[in-house]
């Protein structure tokens, strides 16, 4: 049997997932292999380079400290020269590169203790691309690539944006690499009552929107998937909390924290804890 963590997209939702994998690791689910989309493959690779309890316990230290200037710095230049066409992103990936090679200690996936895959999306056709193979660094820059905001990322014959617009939440891309008991682990948060402010935030919600729906056919398939052969899929219910303005990465804390209960409430509550190998 291999055990598969799915890690989906959902940028400064990732502690989220923190919270989710503390949860599953404390009732000893142990994954074999990490595969993740956009903040899911950060969170993927991190935890893929720390194996264990104290790669958690590390990971929620991260996102804790982590803040919007670490990963982001926007200037009015570099805005107004995406806006006229002048390059396709706003930002530049100066300090996203910087603090992927903070959060990971190997040079090539398939040195990972754990085994990793990070999902990227083809710019030019839409495929979801499984990178499991090769630079690390550049995997999960392209893999978090997202569209208008951060500059596409080419690798071999490809140009690669954000993994969520093909894979929301990668667990069938899971299967394909072998997995036979898949974790999907989302960053699904409260219903709006009102849009989302700014152009840049309503045009993340929109994207979000579209790749929650596309993802809920994925799993469908999945799970078809998962009863002809034998296999398991098991959605980690999501915290659901309120969701924090894009760009704000202080509520890190609380955002571990409601998914850590939730995780575990469903764990011990909602269905027997299987024996992970």
């Known amino acids: 049997m291999t055990v598969a963590f799915a890690l989906s997209g959902g940028a400064n939702l990732g502690p989220m997932q923190a919270g989710s994998v503390a949860a599953l690791t404390d009732a000893g689910i142990v994954p074999d292999l990490l595969v993740g989309s956009s903040v899911g493959a950060l969170n993927a690779a991190f935890l893929a380079c720390r194996p264990g309890a104290h790669g958690v316990v590390a990971l929620r230290q991260a996102w804790a400290a982590l803040r919007r200037r670490d990963a982001f710095r926007f200037s009015l230049a570099g805005a107004l020269a995406g806006f006229l066409g002048m390059r396709p992103h706003l930002v530049s990936t100066t300090r996203m590169r910087a603090l992927v090679r903070r959060w990971v200690t190997v040079e090539q996936i398939e040195d990972c203790p754990t085994r990793l895959a990070a999902v990227a999306t083809d710019a030019l056709t839409g495929e979801p691309v499984v990178l499991d193979r090769g630079d690390l660094v550049q995997a999960l820059l392209a893999s978090a690539a997202i569209p208008g905001l951060l500059p596409p990322v080419h690798l071999g014959k490809r140009w690669l944006v954000d993994g969520s617009l093909a894979a929301g939440c990668p667990v069938l891309q899971a299967q394909d690499l072998g997995a036979t008991t898949v974790y999907m682990i989302s960053t699904g948060t409260a219903p709006r009552t009102a849009p989302?402010?700014?152009?840049?935030?309503?045009?993340?919600?929109?994207?979000?929107?579209?790749?929650?729906?596309?993802?809920?056919?994925?799993?469908?398939?999945?799970?078809?998937?998962?009863?002809?052969?034998?296999?398991?899929?098991?959605?980690?219910?999501?915290?659901?909390?309120?969701?924090?303005?894009?760009?704000?990465?202080?509520?890190?804390?609380?955002?571990?924290?409601?998914?850590?209960d939730r995780t575990a409430a469903w764990l011990a509550g909602e269905r027997q804890v299987p024996t992970a190998g």
């Open 196 to 260: 989302p402010r700014g152009a840049l935030a309503m045009a993340m919600h929109s994207v979000s929107m579209l790749t929650m729906r596309a993802g809920e056919a994925q799993l469908r398939l999945a799970r078809q998937r998962a009863a002809a052969g034998g296999g398991t899929v098991h959605v980690v219910p999501a915290a659901r909390p309120q969701a924090p303005s894009p760009f704000d990465f202080r509520q890190a804390p609380s955002l571990y924290e409601a998914a850590y």
